[in-house]
T-cell receptor, first 113, second 108 residues
Framework: NAGVTQTPKFQVLKTGQSMTLQCAQD?????MSWYRQDPGMGLRLIHY???????DQGEVPNGYNVSRSTTEDFPLRLLSAAPSQTSVYFC????????????FGPGTRLTVT | GQSLEQPSEVTAVEGAIVQINCTYQ??????LSWYQQHDGGAPTFLSY????GLEETGRFSSFLSRSDSYGYLLLQELQMKDSASYFC?????????FGSGTKLNVKP
């Protein structure tokens, strides 16, 4: 199993540009989530999904959209990038019955200039 | 709202025992998790407590007291590879809130 994969690994955007961060998992996990991690801080939940077709907002959802059309994929869209969105983005997945045990992808380092 | 507090940094020597504390305030609570993150890496799950008491997984143990809104991660027989950041996280339904992390420095 590849586990949780994320692309790209690095990205530089200009203010106002949009882009999609990709996340996929091959463990048939129902629960998937997106976090951002800023320097010296913990992870903050952006959006999460408990299954295909179901998404909900986390702690810091503004400026981001998600969709979940399949169990495997959970892309994160930045609508109009801002310097405040410079961060490391992690995608994670877990089984519903052990949702607390999340498996994280390698992360995407995003810089917005 | 949700808040979690952990010490920012802890230093210990190889072979020693170290305890990393976590206190939390949350409107709902479904358990306390611990994650390890090496510099430049992704968080990896270590342990979980849903009920009061001690959970042991090899060299690592985690403790929870729901009445005190407090938990800790205990690392025994420290090794150099344990140098990393450790995060506590509380679950509230399907939302998870992480502390700011404790950087553990293990010295020879």
């Amino acid at each position: 199993n590849a586990g949780v994969t994320q692309t790209p690994k690095f990205q530089v955007l200009k203010t106002g540009q949009s882009m999609t961060l990709q996340c996929a998992q091959d463990m048939n996990h129902e629960y998937m989530s997106w976090y951002r991690q800023d320097p010296g801080m913990g992870l903050r939940l952006i959006h999460y999904s408990v299954g295909a077709g179901i998404t909900d907002q986390g702690e810091v959802p503004n400026g981001y959209n998600v969709s979940r059309s399949t169990t495997e994929d959970f892309p994160l869209r930045l609508l109009s990038a801002a310097p405040s969105q410079t961060s490391v983005y992690f995608c994670a997945s877990s089984k519903t019955e052990t949702v607390h045990e999340q498996y994280f992808g390698p992360g995407t380092r995003l810089t917005v200039t | 709202g949700q808040s979690l507090e952990q010490p920012s940094e802890v230093t210990a020597v190889e072979g020693a025992i170290v305890q990393i504390n976590c206190t939390y305030q949350t409107s709902g609570f479904y358990g306390l998790s611990w994650y390890q993150q090496h510099d430049g890496g992704a968080p990896t799950f270590l342990s979980y407590n849903a009920l009061d008491g001690l959970e042991e997984t090899g060299r690592f143990s985690s403790f929870l007291s729901r009445s005190d809104s407090y938990g800790y991660l205990l690392l025994q027989e420290l090794q150099m590879k344990d140098s990393a950041s450790y995060f506590c996280a509380v679950g509230n339904f399907n939302k998870f809130y992480f502390g700011s992390g404790t950087k553990l420095n293990v010295k020879p």
